[in-house]
C-alpha cells in the first residue's frame, strides 16, 4: 500500500519459490494448481511438503521516471492437520525405567519429550527440576542441563534434555529429580528412578587374573621341563598296577652280552637302580636260574614270566647262538603271541644300526 502511494503507475507483484531441495527459485505461474497468485496475494489451495521454503515477494513500480523493484522474502514451513492430541508427552524415561548410578562419576540423565505444534501459541518448553527447583534456581553448581531439537516433523518436535550430575554422591540418590514437558494445550512431569551400581572389584579381579596368567605359565614352563617325570609320577599314582591282574612274576627281564663290560653294569648299576630305588621286579638269568635246569627251557620261562623285556645293546649283543639272542627270540615271539610287544632298549655303547639282529631291526 505505501509503494502503490509512491508510485506514478501501478505497481507489479511477482512472487518466486525456493523450495528446500534445490537453489534454483521458480517463478508464478507454477505448475501445480493448488496454489496461484491472486491479484497481489499468493493463495494455497492444499498445502504439500513441496511447497516448503523461502518465497519472495518482487514489487515493480515507477518514481520520478525510473523503474525501481522491492523485494521481500518469507519462509512457509507445514504443519500437520490441527487434528487429533496436541497434549506434549514424555517418551524416556519410561514408567519403569530405572537408571543406574555409580557414585564419585559424572552421571548423565536423559529425558526426551514430545511437543506437538499448537497453532496462535506455539510456546513449548521441556526441563528438568532437583527436589523442586530447576536448575538455574539450584546454589549446586554440580548440577547442569543441556537442551537440544532430536526431531521437528512438521512442527511436531521431539527435544532431548541431559541432567549432568558431577560427583554423584550417595545422598544424591535421595533426590527428587522430575522431568517436565509443557506447551499451551498441556503439562506433564514423570520422576527419575535412580539406583547404586553394583560395582565389580577390578582391583581384585585384575590381582587374580594376573595370578591366575602367572601360575598357568609357570605350569607351563614345568611341563616342558620335567614332562617326563610329571608322566612317570602320574603313572606311579594314577597307573593301573598290572601285576594285581595277570600272571606274572616280573616286571623286567634283562637281556645282555655275557663275559662284557655291558654284564658288569647291569649287575651293578642296572639292577640296582631298577630294584633298590624304582622298585621294580627285576630277572636276570644268571642270577634267579637255579643250577641243574636246562638253559633253554628255564629262558623261555623266565622270559613268558616277565611283563617287559630290557635289551642293553652292545657290539658283542646277537652273536649265534648266545644266551643273549635266545633271549631276545623268545620275548619277542612270546610277547607277539600275546598281543603286548614290551621291548626296552638301551644303548650302552654305539652300535650302527646295519650291525643290528633282525630280531632289533624289527
Not at 63 to 84: D, E, H, K
Not at 223 to 251: C, N, P
Amino acid at each position: 500500500q505505501d509503494i502503490a502511494t509512491m508510485s506514478e503507475t501501478t505497481p507489479t507483484v511477482s512472487w518466486f519459490h525456493k523450495p528446500l531441495e534445490t537453489s534454483k527459485c521458480q517463478k508464478h505461474p507454477f505448475w501445480h494448481r493448488t496454489r496461484e497468485q491472486r491479484n497481489n496475494s499468493l493463495m494455497f489451495y492444499n498445502m504439500l511438503e513441496s511447497f516448503q521454503g523461502l518465497y519472495f515477494c518482487v514489487i515493480r513500480y515507477q518514481r520520478r521516471g525510473q523503474v525501481l523493484s522491492f523485494t521481500q522474502s518469507i519462509n512457509i514451513s507445514a504443519i500437520y492437520p490441527l487434528l487429533g492430541s496436541k497434549v506434549p508427552s514424555i517418551l524416556q524415561p519410561t514408567k519403569d525405567k530405572v537408571f543406574s548410578v555409580r557414585t564419585d562419576s559424572e552421571v548423565s540423565l536423559v529425558c526426551r519429550g514430545l511437543l506437538p505444534f499448537v497453532l496462535g501459541n506455539s510456546a513449548s518448553s521441556i526441563w528438568w527440576t532437583v527436589d523442586g527447583k530447576t536448575v538455574e534456581q539450584l546454589a549446586n553448581n554440580r548440577f547442569s542441563q543441556k537442551n537440544s531439537v532430536v526431531n521437528n516433523d512438521y512442527g511436531d518436535r521431539t527435544e532431548e534434555s541431559v541432567l549432568l550430575i558431577q560427583d554423584f554422591q550417595a545422598e544424591d540418590l535421595n533426590r527428587e529429580l522430575n522431568c517436565s514437558v509443557r506447551n499451551s494445550l498441556g503439562f506433564m512431569t514423570r520422576r527419575a528412578q535412580l539406583e547404586k551400581e553394583v560395582s565389580l572389584p577390578s582391583v581384585e579381579l585384575g590381582c587374580g587374573l594376573g595370578v591366575i596368567l602367572v601360575l598357568m605359565l609357570l605350569l607351563f614352563v614345568v611341563y616342558h621341563v620335567f614332562w617326563l617325570e610329571l608322566l612317570l609320577i602320574y603313572r606311579s599314582w594314577f597307573g593301573t598296577d598290572e601285576r594285581h591282574t595277570d600272571d606274572k612274576e616280573y616286571d623286567v627281564y634283562i637281556s645282555y652280552a655275557r663275559n662284557s663290560e655291558e654284564e658288569q653294569f647291569v649287575l651293578s648299576t642296572l639292577r640296582s637302580v631298577l630294584e633298590n630305588e624304582l622298585g621294580y621286579s627285576v630277572c636276570i638269568f644268571d642270577r634267579d636260574s637255579l643250577p641243574g635246569g636246562t638253559i633253554t627251557d628255564e629262558t623261555l620261562s623266565f622270559v613268558a614270566r616277565s611283563r617287559c623285556l630290557l635289551v642293553v645293546i652292545s657290539p658283542g649283543y646277537g652273536s649265534q647262538g648266545s644266551q643273549a639272542l635266545l633271549e631276545l627270540k623268545a620275548g619277542i615271539d612270546g610277547m607277539a603271541l600275546g598281543g603286548h610287544l614290551r621291548v626296552i632298549l638301551i644303548q650302552y655303547k654305539p652300535v650302527q644300526r646295519q650291525r643290528w639282529v633282525r630280531e632289533l631291526r624289527r
